[in-house]
């Protein structure tokens, strides 16, 4: 057999284990592993000697072209899925706000904007839609099967922001709903009263700068809406998958769910293993960078999260890459309006390209997670739990062929002229890394 690659010489991290050997690619797919595959005459020949092979990295949480008030995410579906693909990322999940239209009509409208925009506008990876129930109304509820049928079997809830926040009631009701269909749905869990009442106390206060962020989402605000929201699940008997978890308690509260035998699943993401809240603390406004919901926390946390991943009560690593220029739009804060600045500041992050490196130089490369672990987290967990195991996120025959060719030793510092991401700053901005990727295919495409 004639394949058209083979991928020669490198360490594979396989469902099977680490193995020396060569991967083969058809088409479209991995045709081959083994030791020695004999290429042809047209087969071009990759050498992997010193490098990890790893599947395609999957990014289960982000937001590229999200209109977010006044503003609009700063990466689009091409930008941000390019700084993806640089990043060692070939599939990315993204979200479906249907606002004022049925679920399958805004599903089919954001898959048009990701696949069919004009060239050099379309996503560059692959893409997975989660669909938003911004309501729990019974005519929006009824929608949720015909939304799984036409391929959207995810489902993401609020507990918070105006708009999206759905009462204890009405989550119970979409849990159900959500069960019935046969999906999972996504929770982001904060308590909605403790941030109401934070925010108007410092803003009665006049504590209005971003280091008040932090303070009116307080790390109780997301323990307490964890657990709460785990328990309605178990009520529905629906699996949950806890988005964005940033403390100790809320790992905690999904590891206890998950000891119970509850199928949960607890998501976490770079910028809660390796940054914290004295980022707010930075002069004028430029805490205002930092500012995502939930907020950085204290290193304990961090700590206590990388524990978590290492023991499997978290299961995967997302980017909720959520991007927005700081001038002119986290800046914007400063605009006037009923809201303390610190609660206008358009909330999220950019980390889209630097997950992979980022997890191997601090989590590999400090001896907190195995290599298994890391591919695990960001790759093959991730397509498990999202139903794209068998196509994507493990270096198999049959498999899209989505492959890293990723370097170990390699050296890159952080910054923003170093990444694709449309952002004008990094929060990684001058970390080390040891290990980047050196290629990226996907389905057989570099
Ligand atoms: O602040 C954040 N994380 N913005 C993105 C939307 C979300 O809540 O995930
Ligand atoms: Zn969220
Ligand atoms: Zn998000």
Redesign the pocket.
Known sequence: MSYDTIIRGGTLVTPNGIVGADLAVSGETIAAIGPGLGAGPETRVIDARGKLVIPGAIDP?V?LQ?PAGAVTSSDDWHTGTVAAACGGTTTVIDFVEPEGVGLVDALAARRAEAAGGPAGRRAAVDFGLHMTLMDARPATLAQVADAVAAGARSFKT?LT?DGFRLSDAEFLLALEAVAAAGGIALV?AENDAIVSHLRARFLAEGRVEPRWHPRSRPPASEGEAVERALALAEIAGCPLYV??VSTAWGCEAVARARQRGQRAWGETCPQYLLLTDAEYERPGFEGAKF????PLRAAADGEALWAGLARGDISSVGT?H?PFFYAGQKDLGLAPDDYPPFARIP???PGIQSRLALLHTFGVGRGLISVERWVEVCCAAPARIFGLAGRKGALQVGADADIVLFDPQREVTISRTSLRENCDYTPYDGMKLKGYPALTMLRGKV
């Not at 500012?291 to 939930?294: G, H």
């Open positions: 949480h937001h999200m609020y922001y982001h988005v964005h500012v995502c919901s939930p909720d959520c909330g999220g992050m």
